[in-house]
């Protein structure tokens, strides 16, 4: 069966954006009087934010909220730290040049996820962005993929997926979806 339909993560796939989000996050918590280390941050980079907050022992509500907004709004201040996995993404826009469907899945929060794209200037490559709040349920759940499956009318056989994380993996075979390892291999260090 031919692929119809390419699927990649986002964070850490297609770009790697743990310098930006880092110092997002590294912003937000400091204006809520909290310090976030660099390496507990490695530590749950790539979780759901409920989960990241439960990580960190974050309970209160209005704390929590208060490091959502803050971090939402300082982000795009730091997308000059983020680093384009070139080859990737000149694949997927050849893919879909040629016709091919492409789909984003992430778990980033989908106004943070969108204007990274339209930064990055490649919104145009991708037909469907389905962000975290776009589901219930965060990988290893294959919820988000089973979603872009359903939304771009394909079988799972027709499709591949590009991730970084075990749960990303873990996910992508629970959908029964072939998938692609990245690695920091795959990104240019000239961007």
């Keep these: 069966m031919a692929i119809r339909l390419l699927i990649s993560d986002f964070d850490g796939t297609l770009v790697d954006t743990f310098e930006a989000n880092y110092r997002a996050y590294a912003g937000a918590f400091d204006s809520v009087g909290l310090d976030l280390g660099r390496e507990r941050y490695r530590e749950c980079f790539g979780f759901r934010f409920d989960r990241f907050m439960d990580a960190l022992s974050i309970s209160d509500s209005d704390t929590r909220a208060a490091i959502r907004e803050m971090k939402a709004e300082m982000y795009p201040c730091h997308f000059d730290c983020l680093r384009v996995n070139r080859p ?18 992430s778990t980033a929060r989908g ?48 499709a591949l997926v590009f991730e970084d994380s075990e749960v990303g993996f873990k996910a992508a075979e629970a959908a029964g979806i072939r998938y692609i390892r990245i690695n920091s291999d795959f990104f240019d260090n000239g961007n």
Excluded: C, Q, W
């Design 88 to 105: 990737l993404v000149d694949f997927i826009s050849a893919f879909h040049a040629s016709g091919g469907m492409t789909a984003i899945a």
């Design 111 to 158: 106004k943070n996820l969108r204007n990274a794209l339209d930064y990055l200037g490649i919104s145009a490559d991708f037909d469907l962005v389905l962000a975290g709040e776009s589901v219930t349920k965060g990988k290893p759940d294959p919820e988000i993929y089973l979603s872009v499956l359903n939304k771009m009318g394909v079988k799972p056989n027709e």
